[in-house]
T-cell receptor
Framework: AQSVTQLGSHVSVSEGALVLLRCNYS??????LFWYVQYPNQGLQLLLK??????LVKGINGFEAEFKKSETSFHLTKPSAHMSDAAEYFC????????????FGQGTTLQVKP | EPEVTQTPSHQVTQMGQEVILRCVPI?????FYWYRQILGQKVEFLVS????????KSEIFDDQFSVERPDGSNFTLKIRSTKLEDSAMYFC??????????FGQGTRLTVV
């Protein structure tokens, strides 16, 4: 069965510091992988996705993630945090062959300190 | 930019009452979904809908829940007899089937 684990329910960084949000997945077939962001009182917005091809994917707002099959990981990074990055981040996996349902991790709240 | 819209943004209902949550998916999308997020917990899949029928549902989606696409634009989630534990944020999503899912802003359901 598919599952997604996000290590760290809360991550706190200083403005300008590196952001690293961890995501590990389990899947018996090649997955599609996603990061979504949820700002307070808003819906889920896609940050970036991996389907096939290049394993390093770039998304909006300067975020990127690398698919590492050997480590079953899809960690999200941003070189320099901005105050506006404070939000909840969800990693999600989808099987390439199924109805398109997403399995989400439990989420990581990113706090950015001035 | 096309978006998924959900109404209402917030619904308060008494336990035992029926509620209908409404969604307008993106117009050329073919697959529709409902997810829910109980406060402080992860986003959970409820149901997927394609070609006017349920294609997959989770264990959460029991007989109290139903979905419908009554016309060419709306996609609804009905909860027949709400329980306190149904209080959550409900998200509608849609996709062409080959792209990522686009989510609405959510409906916060509070059962009192």
């Amino acid at each position: 069965a598919q599952s997604v684990t996000q290590l760290g329910s809360h991550v706190s960084v200083s403005e300008g510091a590196l952001v690293l949000l961890r995501c590990n997945y389990s899947s018996s077939v090649p997955p599609y992988l996603f990061w979504y962001v949820q700002y307070p009182n808003q819906g889920l917005q896609l940050l970036l996705k991996y389907t096939t091809g290049a394993t390093l994917v770039k998304g909006i707002n300067g975020f990127e993630a690398e698919f590492k099959k050997s480590e079953t990981s899809f960690h999200l990074t941003k070189p320099s945090a901005h105050m506006s990055d404070a939000a909840e981040y969800f990693c999600a996996v989808r099987l390439s062959s199924n109805t398109g349902k997403l399995i989400f991790g439990q989420g990581t709240t990113l706090q950015v300190k001035p | 930019e096309p978006e998924v819209t959900q109404t209402p943004s917030h619904q308060v209902t008494q336990m035992g009452q029926e509620v209908i949550l409404r969604c307008v998916p993106i117009s050329n999308h073919l697959y529709f979904y409902w997810y829910r997020q109980i406060l402080g917990q992860k986003v959970e899949f409820l149901v997927s809908f394609y070609n006017n029928e349920i294609s997959e549902k989770s264990e959460i989606f029991d007989d109290q829940f139903s979905v419908e696409r009554p016309d060419g634009s709306n996609f609804t989630l009905k909860i027949r007899s709400t329980k306190l534990e149904d209080s959550a944020m409900y998200f509608c999503a849609s996709t062409t089937g080959y792209t990522e899912a686009f989510f609405g802003q959510g409906t916060r359901l509070t059962v009192v």
